[in-house]
């Protein structure tokens, strides 16, 4: 590593005074998105690895800091675009510019220099700039961002406790990271894009550390975070005050949001931001919410004009992030010129704490309760949980805290038998994964220092330590204070000094203003920000010098409060009366007693027992008078103590008197208890509670016929109420993490009387036992860390009998096919969360396809969409179906009826019909159509690795004519689906498809009274010959000839060439990467290869005409069309029966071949047959050719209209193409270009080819 400069190549108090003024006098300009700008230079792998990375071993593309080394003139080329468009501020390209996020590349050792040189790099630019226009300096901010791991949330939701991450881990990561950044020359240091406060928190801590070690003056700091739903909260479920509150220890230069929303969802929130941050502030938001696709549909312009609602509402620096680029970034500059900048807010005096929520201590507050029953000294119950190891239980007492009103909770674990940092850690973890829990924030408690670490290191929010003192000198205290200043957090700070305890009144003044001046001078905390703890003694013990303990605290609130102001005063009530240990509604009357006196007199704030705490009107007035007269050390006989003595021991003696005869209290129940089982299930799943889940499990167990009843119905409902509230943004992350875990619990209880239910029925049913289980192999994939949709989907499918196989997070594709491939499993489930994962599952998708994975694919997770799956994944995997799963709620219906025999085929062409027409509505909705030149789409063709052998001669060479086709064999081949669609009666899934269709409720009965019509005509169609079909089949040799076209020849030496048969070629953008042309299945004449190719015509039309003029003598139109219709189905079986006597017999390439007739509808065969006139080629006049060298029309009737319409119009015609790799696709829009070389090629004119063309011309 570099040794770093001993001083900055800039000025830092010019450099400070410079954005001081800036900031003050205009809004400042930042740059726009550095991996949407990347993205549009569409490198491949070889790209990202350049000469410097082409051994490494693990792929890198995606990889955008590696660029900073391998295309160092792009990046450059970027900064300098968005200089030119105005910004003033432009950020590194070091987004994953740390160890943690380059180990997923195996790219740790290049951190350091990866940030030197991409400071490098922006600074070149910058300064060129600003040579340019020394009045306006362009400045450089080190990019800091997310980390992909998260210190705060568990990866494992059945453990919440574990971390992949720890804070130390990436504390040390920033600290490289900033090194790199300063060597560079980096002017800012700016932590962005934060959705895990506590990884933003490591950075933070980073940063002061460092220029700490370094001795430099600190560059200014920026920090950006991100909400990621509708309710405005960050992943780890902070609200955007909890946020900013969690942070602003830092001191920020400016604060603000970025990404995940647009500008419209994003602005609610920037303003109760801009609110409470007393500096500046920033908004750089996306082009809009990401669409179906993965993409944004904001324009420059619509962005500016969004976005300057930002400068309406008063703002100080502006940028973009997703989906923007130099062009967003100018049309901002110039839109927001006009506009004033922001005032910046007085700081606020008031103190501001935060869990996932704000706490903001308002003057309102009387006082502030501290829940104090997860502290080992003021709890038995929680002290035996601890040693026991019982921390859900612990985590309980927590929760019981929160709902009887505690504001903050203590947690103390200090115990010579208990490892402080281990159980601090641990439970600090398991109770920031109860959501109602996280919300509060913690007070973390404990008379070890490196246990209060232990905390901090694990608390997102704005803790509270308790506590610093003076004992240990002055050096100490300054220390301490100093590291809770970098973790960030308000600070209890005890009456101790180096000679003791302060236990009177003057002691107790001397100490706190004496604290209080170190505190704020030295260590640099705000006067809110500090908590005197005057120390609540034990009184009444019988000793006459501890009678005034309770008595001077109340009075040295008053002094302190007076002397040094802005602090709060707080005790730990349970110290006051620990003369009375067990006898717990007497300690809890003199608590409400004292409380009562002393938040008068100042204290605000106190560790107490809320939910025990009795009202002070409440108690009895004559022990309430005798615990006042203790307090106050005052009474007219002096025999305070003695009296409450001798009340405590009458207590004592009722208490064990009602325990001998075994009388226990009444248990309060909580309220939802009292509600139906299935209600309480509900409770339980939705609130993440699982103390009585078992036993209401069990309760429906004894309800419910079988387990899995109970699943699917209450269990699944309770998920259902948990997934609404969560796609509402009622319900957040971490809520989500907490009803899982339920859930599973329930379940997992569950399961052992599943396996006898399941064994019961084998036993009945011994052939079942022969039937395999469904597997199914799940996984989040490679970059995303978010599996909670996952892991539900999961155990619903396990609860419904399906073998789950979990890969976890983070899954390459390699280890998906890996796996699949040797358990040989019935389906994959793909998830994601985050908007990269869309462009992975479209790459997965072509890497199944590549490596024969053949099984149907689920996608799901919460940026994932149904018209995304159908226009971006599902045209990349042709091997079986892909279906978009809405929720856990569905996974089961469609696991279950993709693998069902009866069912699968239909619902998988169901699938494939609505998701073709839902991608051609997509590709026909884009304003921006990306193309590609006719020569580099020819360049991106299918390319098949071509090999004698394996070709099939056709067994019939030549044409063969069928003069007179027997009609009843074509009965069975007849596809009554586009029969029923002619006269518009659709059934529903599962009654779509013949004959299911009988069965629809809306159109079932009417269907089948048509099919009997339709019967009964076929049958006198057939008796009586009215209806004649005919047909011809051809087989040529040929070979792809100029890249697009196809020649044909009358012998297999080829050299005769007999025909041309010409193709187009896609030129849209396409997912998978190929622009497929029809002859792209056809052997190259290059490769010396002889192919085939087949052609047909057929019609079932003759006597058609006749029959019709009988009709219509009798006016009976209905049975016109009935007979146009017959005769289109027969038409279509003839060419389905043509067809598979092809493949089998005329052609042979597929002999062996056995498909029942709904199979062949499906098309599950080898080789397709494409007509003319129809999506891969909709030139129809390629007919023409068919036409002359197969004498269609002089053989067999079939004649060519005007138009190129078959006649009779019952005709199907089309071309054969027998490779394995031949597909059926859609042309889409061509470019001009194109329609110039297809018109040379066929000798037409341009105008005459684009009349042809019309509906697939990309211009006007």
């Known amino acids: 590593m570099e040794k770093l400069p001993t001083e900055y190549d800039f000025d830092i108090k010019e450099l400070y005074s410079y954005l001081e003024t800036t900031f003050k006098s205009r809004i400042v300009i930042l740059d726009g998105g550095m991996g949407t700008s990347i993205q549009k230079y569409k490198f491949e792998e070889e790209d990202y690895r350049g000469e410097m990375f082409k051994d490494h071993p693990g792929e890198l593309k995606n990889n955008s800091d590696v660029l900073c080394f391998t295309q160092p003139d792009v990046i450059r ?140 003056e600190r560059l200014p700091l920026f920090i950006s975070g991100t909400l990621i739903d509708a309710a405005g909260r960050t992943l780890s479920g902070q609200t955007v005050e909890a946020f900013y509150i969690s942070i602003m220890h830092a001191k920020p230069f400016c ?144 929760q019981a805290q929160i709902e009887n009103g505690a504001q903050i909770l203590d947690i103390n ?36 220092f490196e246990v209060i670490e232990a905390g901090l290191r694990n608390c997102q929010g704005k803790c509270i330590i308790n506590s610093i003192s003076l004992k240990e000198g002055e050096e100490e205290f300054i220390k301490h204070g100093k590291i809770i200043q970098k973790f960030g957090g308000s600070i209890i700070i005890m009456a101790f000094d180096e000679s003791g305890q302060a236990t009177g009144i003057d002691d107790r003044i001397q100490i706190c203003t004496r604290a209080y001046k170190i505190a704020t001078e030295v260590c640099g905390f705000l006067p809110q920000d500090i908590i005197f703890d005057l120390n ?49 509604d007497l300690r809890e009357a003199m608590h409400s007693v004292f409380l009562y006196h002393a938040i008068q007199k100042g204290m605000d704030m106190g560790i107490v027992n809320a939910g025990n705490l009795p009202i002070y009107e409440d108690i009895k007035p004559e022990l309430r008078d005798l615990i006042e007269q203790v307090i106050f050390n005052n009474s007219p006989e002096n025999d305070h103590n003695e009296r409450l003595v001798k009340y405590a021991t009458e207590e004592k003696a009722r208490l064990d008197e009602m325990k001998s005869k075994g009388i226990k209290k009444e248990v309060v129940v909580a309220e939802w208890r009292s509600g139906t089982v299935e209600e309480r299930l509900s409770h339980s799943l939705v ?42 943004g009622k319900m957040f992350l971490p809520q989500v993490i907490c009803s899982a875990r339920v859930m599973k619990k329930s379940v997992a209880y569950l399961e052992p009387f599943m396996e006898e239910e399941k064994q019961a029925k084998l036993a009945e049913n011994p052939e079942l036992i022969e039937q395999a289980q469904t597997t199914v192999l799940m996984a989040t994939v490679k970059g995303d860390v978010h599996d909670i949709g996952k892991n539900i989907v999961g155990v619903v499918l396990a609860c419904n009998n399906y073998k789950i196989i979990d890969l976890g997070v983070k899954v390459s594709v390699v280890d998906i096919i890996k796996k699949a491939k ?62 978009h799963v809405l929720d856990a709620s569905r996974a089961v219906v469609v696991a279950s009826t993709l693998i069902d025999p009866k069912n699968r085929d239909e619902y998988k062409q169901e699938i494939k019909e609505e998701y073709e027409e839902m991608r051609l509505e997509y590709l026909e909705g884009l304003t921006e159509k990306i193309s ?87 049958k006198n169609i057939i008796d009586n010959k009215l209806l004649t079909a005919r047909g011809v089949v051809a087989f040529y040799p040929c070979n792809q000839v100029d890249e697009d076209d196809i020649e044909l020849y009358d012998n297999e030496d080829r050299d005769n060439v007999i025909a041309k048969l010409y193709t187009l070629r896609q030129q849209q953008e396409t997912e998978n990467g190929q622009y497929l042309a029809l002859s792209d299945f056809i052997a190259p004449k290059e490769t010396d290869i002889v192919d085939y190719i087949g052609m047909f015509a057929c019609s079932a039309g003759f006597g058609q005409e006749e029959l019709i003029e009988e009709y219509k003598k009798d006016h009976d139109d209905f049975n016109i069309i009935l007979l ?44 397709i047959r494409p007509a003319p006139g129809y999506p891969s080629q909709p030139d129809h006049t390629e007919k023409k050719t068919m036409w002359e060298i197969m004498k269609v029309a002089e053989e067999t009737g079939i004649t060519l209209t005007e138009n190129l319409a078959m006649d009779p119009a019952s005709s199907v015609s089309g071309i054969y193409m027998a490779h394995p790799q031949a597909e059926y696709f859609s042309l889409g829009e061509i470019d001009e270009d194109q329609v110039i070389d297809y018109a040379n090629r066929k000798g037409f004119t341009k105008e005459e080819t684009e009349q042809w063309l019309t509906a697939n011309l990309s211009y006007k």
């Open 687 to 728: 609130k993440g509670i699982a103390d009585f889940i078992i036993e209401d499990t069990e309760e429906a167990r004894q309800k419910y016929a079988t387990c899995l009843e109970i699943i699917e119905g209450p269990l699944m409902d309770g998920m259902g109420v948990v997934g609404e509230l969560f796609g509402s």
């Open 413 to 448: 674990l200090d115990d010579g038998l208990i490892n402080g940092v281990t159980a601090m850690t641990k439970f600090i973890r398991l109770m920031l994964a109860n959501p109602d829990i996280a919300a509060v924030p913690l007070m973390i408690d404990s008379s070890k």
């Open 932 to 1018: 590609f030149p006719l020569e580099k789409a020819r360049k991106k063709k299918l390319h098949i690795q071509w090999e004698r052998g394996m070709i099939k001669r056709p067994n019939n060479m030549g044409v063969t004519y069928f003069k007179e086709y027997d009609l009843e064999q074509l009965v069975d081949y007849i596809s009554w689906d586009p029969f029923f669609h002619t006269w518009q009666l659709r059934g529903k899934y599962p009654n779509r498809g013949y004959p299911k269709i009988f069965n629809d409720k809306n159109c079932g009965e009417e269907a089948e009274k048509l099919f009997n019509k339709a019967q009964a005509m076929i």
């Open 77 to 216: 080329e970027i900064h300098e675009g968005y200089l030119e468009a105005g910004a003033d501020i432009i950020e590194t390209n070091t987004f994953n510019g740390t160890s943690i996020a380059q180990s997923d590349f195996g790219l740790e050792s290049i951190v350091y220099d990866v940030n030197v040189k991409a400071s490098q790099l922006a600074r070149e630019a910058a300064d060129k700039y600003t040579a340019k226009d020394p009045s306006r300096r362009r400045l450089v901010a080190g990019a800091m961002g997310p980390m992909p791991r998260t210190s705060s949330l568990s990866p494992d939701v059945n453990d919440p406790a574990f971390r992949n991450l720890e804070f130390d881990q990436a504390k040390d990561a920033y600290k490289e990271q900033i090194r790199g950044l300063v060597a560079g020359g980096a002017h800012i240091i700016f932590i962005e894009t934060i959705f895990d406060t506590l990884n933003s928190k490591a950075a933070i801590y980073a940063y002061l550390e460092f220029f700490e070690e370094v001795e430099l």
């Open 822 to 883: 040797e358990e040989k499993v019935d389906l994959i489930g793909l998830s994601g969360l985050i908007t990269p994962s869309l462009d992975e599952m479209v790459f997965n998708a072509k890497e199944f396809n590549k490596n024969g994975i053949d099984v149907p694919i689920l996608i799901g997770g919460a940026t994932t969409s149904k018209m995304h799956t159908a226009a971006k994944i599902a045209p990349c995997y042709k091997n079986n179906a892909v279906v």
């Open 536 to 584: 609540i003694l034990t009184i009444a013990t019988g000793m006459e010098e501890h009678s005034n303990y309770a008595k001077d605290f109340i009075t040295a609130a008053e002094k302190v409060k007076e002397l040094c102001p802005g602090v709060h005063i707080s005790g730990g009530l349970s110290n006051l009366s620990f003369s009375f240990r067990g006898l717990n």
């Open 255 to 398: 604060v603000g949001l970025n990404c995940a929303l647009g500008a419209d969802l994003m602005l609610p929130f920037f303003k109760r931001l801009s609110q409470i941050a007393p500096t500046f502030v920033h908004a750089y938001p996306n082009a809009g919410l990401p669409n179906e696709m993965g993409g944004y549909d904001e324009t420059p312009e619509s962005f500016a004009e969004n976005v300057s609602e930002f400068a309406i509402e008063g703002i100080n620096m502006i940028g973009g992030c997703c989906g923007t680029d130099k062009r967003f970034i100018k049309c901002l500059a110039e839109k927001v010129k006009e506009y004033p900048r922001r005032e910046v807010p007085k700081p606020t005096n008031l103190t501001l704490i935060s869990g996932q929520s704000e706490f903001i201590f308002h003057p309102s507050f009387n006082f502030v309760n501290v829940g104090e029953r997860c502290n080992i000294s003021g709890s038995i119950k929680f002290k035996k949980l601890i040693k026991k190891d019982q921390y859900e239980e612990a985590v309980a007492v927590a």
């Open 1124 to 1167: 146009k219709a017959i005769s289109d189905r027969f038409a279509e079986a003839m060419a389905e029966k043509l067809h598979e006597d092809v493949r089998k017999d005329l052609w042979g390439y597929a002999s062996e071949e056995k498909f029942s007739n709904k199979e062949l509808v499906y098309c599950k065969y080898q080789g």
